[in-house]
């Protein structure tokens, strides 16, 4: 069997939708040969007590350049977020990133602004999931 890459990841959440980020997690540690790393802000990180909006852009903004991609839940709350448009705008104009969106399972209304910068639309499953992001990692 060839060398499994591992995959650096940031995973776009809001801690208000916690759960969902903890599924991808669960979804990414148990599909199997697939290896990975976490480069998203954990909630434990001080950077959420941060004084200002520019001290947690930059933060976000320190964690994407090593990563392969970018995955974005593309749940309607996103659309709300006031920093989906900023995540967005780092991932892809600052350094070029691929973005999976996911739909969450079940959603009828999804985010259009997720979507639209998306380089891939994948339903809530981790073989949908982890193929897009094999597929479209840099």
């Not at 890459?5 to 997690?25: D, P, Q, R």
Request: glycine fraction near 2%; proline fraction near 6%.
């Amino acid at each position: 069997m060839p060398q499994l890459k591992t995959y650096k990841l940031f995973i776009s959440h809001s801690w208000a939708y916690g759960n969902a980020y903890e599924k991808l997690v669960k979804f990414f540690n148990e599909h199997p040969n697939f290896t990975w790393i976490d480069y998203s802000v954990p909630k434990n990180d001080p950077i959420h007590n941060a004084p200002n909006d520019k001290a947690l852009y930059e933060a976000i903004k320190r964690q994407m350049p090593f990563v392969n991609c970018i995955v974005m839940m593309a749940g309607v709350y996103s659309t709300y977020s006031k920093w989906i448009n900023k995540e967005i705008e780092i991932a892809k104009k600052v350094y070029s990133k691929p973005l999976v969106a996911v739909e969450p399972w079940g959603s009828e209304k999804t985010s259009k602004i997720v979507k639209d910068n998306a380089d891939a639309i994948v339903r809530w499953s981790s073989a949908s999931i982890v193929n897009a992001i094999r597929n479209h990692s840099i």
